[in-house]
């Protein structure tokens, strides 16, 4: 006769070995806690309506003859680049949306880079190449705490030595001092640009027109009166002026002041910036690599430069017509450049980030600052809290009335849903910018609701296998895959509503989303990797597989049926040999 446990498949949910499942989360929980305490992220990071913060309104003001710039197609791509500035500084849960037709608001929560965040959401980060015509010291130059950059580039293929210039000192002599209007004039039609064949003398020419002669005159009066001793006054240089428009600069720290031809390379022709240490000297610098086009305009405008004189072989690097570095120019240089000087890390990274995500497609005037205090998310939070709470406790004294023994199965998955939910969130702050909001909050209270669920549908399973005449260890297993396909889909269906929520929304409503679809995840975890195994184990319990009334298992107390009899086995006919059977 075949041995009778031949062929047979293991119980369903692994009976047996149990306990692999509960070392398994038992180390994942383990690690997880270790971790937070590692990594020194022992609470979750808060939103700015839990932290606090700044709340910044941004102004759109139009460029003199283009009213009709500000329009939404503008305001939504300047909203996209502030995201992407904020965010590319590590200020994470920022919010940034239009109101009405040309205002911006700009939520900030409080951390480490929310200052820079304030400097830099703003910035129009407009950066030109322009050629210099007149360089001269200011009266008080101020001591530089800024970058006095120099900027360098990759040689062309003609092998001529890659170049390198700082900007002029403080005392250099202008090439031509105070240049008159006509003087000016004819700088301006001497400047590099690419249609010009080879570089023009800046002497005067008798036969100039009058338009050019009184443009210089008045670029040369705004020479003249340009105030650079404040960074109000510095901001407001050159305001106005066009990119085809010679201007008027000042540097960064006011100590020399400028008159710019037209631009020639400007920041669409920049594909990338990034802040690096100079190997050779362990200085920050920026470096940039241009497009295509833009390599071309760099190289053509540089071979023009370098056969110039002091200082008309100088270009300014200027951003938001605050010129960073004007560097002189002694080769020819493309591909890429590099912005080096006094940077430190982070006026270097600030930098590249500007340049990285591109300029505003507007100009902005910072309205309002306003501080956000935490008092009223603190306040909701607290409520929210104790309202979650209350719901717990109901949750809890439901399932011991009704469920009874069953309960602390419960208890425990909760417990250990919460050590998951809480470590996880603490870690995805400075993994992924994770930050807990008050809608967070809601969405994990609601989760209680979504796991509970879980454990009432296995429950239920169970003790319907018990009505049917089963003993307590066979319905643990029977019941699994059906309370298993339930669940499955249960939890399916909530987390496409998370994604689709999160997917479709923006803002702290993202965080409702994402925290719902986390808690219905790890819902499953629970489950399949504390849940069944426990139960399983209790089954083998006197105290569970005996019905005491207080097990929640009872079969009196459940109205079960009597005990499934197997069916007899029956024959044809007698067997002779016993080896046949």
């Known amino acids: 006769m075949a041995a009778p446990n031949k062929g047979r498949r293991p119980a369903a949910g692994g009976q047996s070995k149990p306990g692999r499942a509960l070392a398994f989360i038992l180390i994942a929980m383990v690690a997880l806690t270790g971790g937070m305490f590692i990594s020194h992220n022992t609470t979750p990071r808060l939103g700015i309506d839990l932290a606090g913060g700044t709340s910044i309104t941004l102004k759109a003001k139009p460029e003199p003859g283009q009213e009709s710039a500000i329009n939404k197609a503008n305001m939504d791509t300047a909203v996209s680049i502030m995201e992407r500035r904020v ?33 830099q959401v703003g910035q129009t980060a407009k950066l030109y190449f322009r050629p210099v015509l007149t360089a001269q010291p200011t009266a008080a130059p101020t001591p530089s705490a800024s970058p006095s950059a120099s900027t360098s580039g990759k040689p062309t293929p003609s092998g001529t030595p890659s170049a390198s210039g700082k900007g002029t000192p403080s005392g250099a002599p202008s090439a031509s001092g105070s240049p008159k209007g006509r003087a000016l004039s004819d700088a301006l039609k001497a400047s590099p640009t690419p249609g010009a064949s080879k570089p023009a003398s800046p002497t005067p020419n008798p036969s100039a027109p009058s338009g050019d002669a009184a443009a210089a005159a008045k670029l040369q009066a705004q020479f003249a009166a340009l105030d650079c001793s404040t960074k109000e006054a510095r901001s407001k240089a050159g305001e106005g002026a066009k990119s085809t428009e010679p201007t008027v600069a000042c540097d960064q720290t006011g100590a020399e002041k400028f008159i710019l031809g037209p631009a020639e390379v400007d920041g669409t022709d920049v594909s990338k910036a990034q802040a690096v ?19 071309k305009k760099f190289a053509s405008i540089t071979g023009k430069l370098s056969q110039q004189q002091y200082p008309n072989n100088r270009f300014a690097i200027a951003l938001d017509n605050t010129v960073v570095s004007a560097p002189t120019v002694s080769t020819t240089l493309s591909g890429s450049a590099e912005i080096s000087g006094n940077f430190n890390q982070q006026t270097a990274q600030d930098l590249a980030n500007v340049l990285s995500y591109g300029a505003l497609p507007l100009t902005f005037q910072e309205q309002s600052v306003t501080t956000v205090t935490a008092a009223l998310g603190a306040d909701q939070l607290h409520a929210g809290l104790i309202a979650g709470a209350i719901g717990l406790a109901l949750v809890i004294i439901y399932l011991v009335a009704y469920y009874r023994g069953l309960a ?39 989760a209680i609701g979504i796991t509970a669920d879980s454990f009432i549908v296995y429950f239920e ?39 689709v929520l999160f997917i479709v929304t923006v803002g702290k409503v993202q965080g409702f989303a994402f925290t719902l679809g986390l808690t219905t995840l790890l ?58 059977a």
């Open 523 to 580: 819902d499953v975890v629970v489950v399949f990797l504390f849940t069944k195994p426990v139960m399983t184990l209790l089954a083998r319990r006197k105290f569970f597989a005996s019905g005491h009334p207080w097990s929640g298992l009872d079969p009196k107390r459940l109205g079960a049926k009597p005990p499934l009899r197997r069916a007899r086995r029956t024959t044809s006919a007698p067997v002779d040999n016993p080896k046949e």
């Open 87 to 119: 965010n590319g500084l590590g200020v994470t849960e920022s919010e940034v949306q239009t109101q009405g037709s040309d205002n911006i608001i700009v939520n900030i929560p409080k951390g480490t880079n929310s200052e820079q965040a304030r400097q």
């Open 408 to 446: 602390l199965i419960a208890i425990l998955s909760l417990v250990v849903s919460a050590i998951l939910t809480y470590t996880i969130m603490a870690l995805l702050g400075p993994g992924i910018g994770f930050a807990l909001n008050l809608p967070a909050v809601c969405g994990a209270i609601v």
């Open 461 to 499: 399973r169970i003790r319907d296998e018990i009505r049917e005449g089963r003993t307590l260890r066979p319905a643990v297993e029977r019941a699994w895959p059906r309370a298993r396909r339930t669940i499955l889909v249960s939890d399916f269906v909530s987390f496409l509503a998370a994604a």
């Open 277 to 295: 240490i100079n190997q050779q000297n362990g200085q920050w610098i920026v470096q940039m690599d241009f497009t295509g086009g833009g390599s």
